[in-house]
């Protein structure tokens, strides 16, 4: 995840500015987080959905037997709050179609659990965000992927972006901090500007911007182009340098693609040297590719992946083995190499690139192409500015 409202803000954190040439003023929290394999844990409660989206990565639709229990799902947060993992995010499928999500979500937080709900929003009436506040979910996210004919389009029921919508605001009075997810695609590419503007208009704080990944429902047929990736990369630059000049509060991120980081950084240097430079530090210890190492994914019949894409990798099941003993003393091989990806990085770009160290491109999106350890199709960045001759 790039933070790039906090790199042309010159925020490290929401409270730390980057107004220090010393590396210790880096957050001491985000550097020691850096060396541990403490992971974002993504838990997909169940694969039940009441939406059928083109690019769901999880091909969520009908339950399938065998989904985690209450009681198993308990164990499963008591584990991950014995680790001091500093994000459970709860997604699915839906995780609202989950009878026992609030009740998950409030024993989350009695285990002192940051949570996170990944949701499309459509089943958060009035009521329910009560009790989603009351069980003291931390944030609540939107998936909306475009103005309204195209998001209904994309998820295959009309009347679906305006129960968002009311989901989002329902989640919002609530007291809840909230945000949307927006997957783009050849599909909604045209569609970014009005959602961003709309998200101002009604004070959405969150603008998370996912690039697609093949996985699932979706694959590369749907993806954007590389010049309308950049061209994308460079209207989000130039829109958050507007947002911060506005005084807007609205945070913009991007999610899946490391390059952006660099891009970023590279354009923020073309503006101010030593504020490019201090986000270059908190690239390092915050940008890259993460998968196997910072993010972990649990399904919801308690196989354990390198990340929410990977379904069709396991490296176990929590179910035999705690998480904890499977991610903090891996035995998967895939999971040893994703932790030194830099000593196995080849192809004439990412194995060649001067930022590797800080990139290292998107992995499975390179396996998707052929060859996990070669270059990321979806490295938009020109050879010069890698220093590729």
């Not at 030593?274 to 910072?294: I, N, V």
Request: aromatic share 8%.
């Amino acid at each position: 995840m790039i933070g790039l409202s906090k790199m042309v803000g010159g925020e490290m954190t929401v409270s730390e500015r980057l107004t220090y040439k010393s590396r210790e003023r880096i957050p001491p929290r985000l550097v020691e987080a850096s060396k541990k394999p403490i992971p974002v844990t993504v838990w997909n409660t169940t694969s039940r959905c009441n939406l059928k989206c083109v690019h769901c990565y999880a091909d969520a639709g009908a339950k399938k037997k065998g989904e985690l229990t209450t009681q198993e799902a308990r164990g499963f947060i008591d584990d991950l709050a014995n680790m001091g993992v500093p994000v459970l995010l709860l997604s699915g499928g839906e995780p609202m179609m989950r009878e026992d999500i609030i009740e998950l979500i409030a024993y989350a937080k009695s285990r002192r659990l940051h949570v996170s709900l990944s949701t499309n929003g459509t089943l958060i009436d009035g009521e329910t965000a009560e009790k989603l506040a009351e069980a003291g979910v931390d944030y609540v996210g939107v998936s909306l992927d475009g103005m309204e004919a195209t998001n209904d389009r994309f998820r295959g029921l009309k009347g679906a972006f305006q129960r968002a919508m009311e989901g989002l605001e329902n989640a919002a009075s609530a007291g809840i901090l909230t945000g949307i997810r927006f997957t783009v695609t050849r599909f909604n590419l045209n569609d970014v500007p009005e959602v961003i503007d709309l998200l101002v208009e009604r004070e959405v704080p969150r603008f998370c911007l996912y690039h697609l990944v093949p996985s699932g429902r979706a694959d590369f047929q749907i993806d954007i182009s590389m010049k309308e990736r950049r061209d994308l990369m460079e209207y989000l630059f130039r829109k958050s340098l507007e947002l911060r000049d506005d005084g807007e509060k609205i945070e913009i991120l991007t999610v899946d693609n490391p390059a952006d980081g660099i891009f970023f950084y590279l354009k923020l240097r073309e503006l101010d040297e030593d504020l490019a430079e201090y986000a270059l530090e908190f690239l390092k210890y915050r940008g890259g590719d993460s998968s196997g190492f910072r993010i972990a994914d649990v399904d919801m019949f308690g196989n354990v992946h390198p990340n929410q894409f990977w379904f069709d990798y396991t490296c176990g099941n929590i179910r035999e083995r705690k998480f904890s003993q499977i991610w903090l003393n891996p035995e998967d091989e895939l999971l040893k190499k994703l932790r030194e990806k830099e000593k196995h990085i080849r192809g004439k770009r990412c194995g060649g690139c001067a930022y590797k160290s800080i990139c290292g491109g998107f992995r499975l999106r390179a396996f998707r192409a052929g060859d996990l350890w070669g270059d990321d199709p979806s490295c938009y960045l020109l050879d010069e500015e890698i220093g590729i001759a």
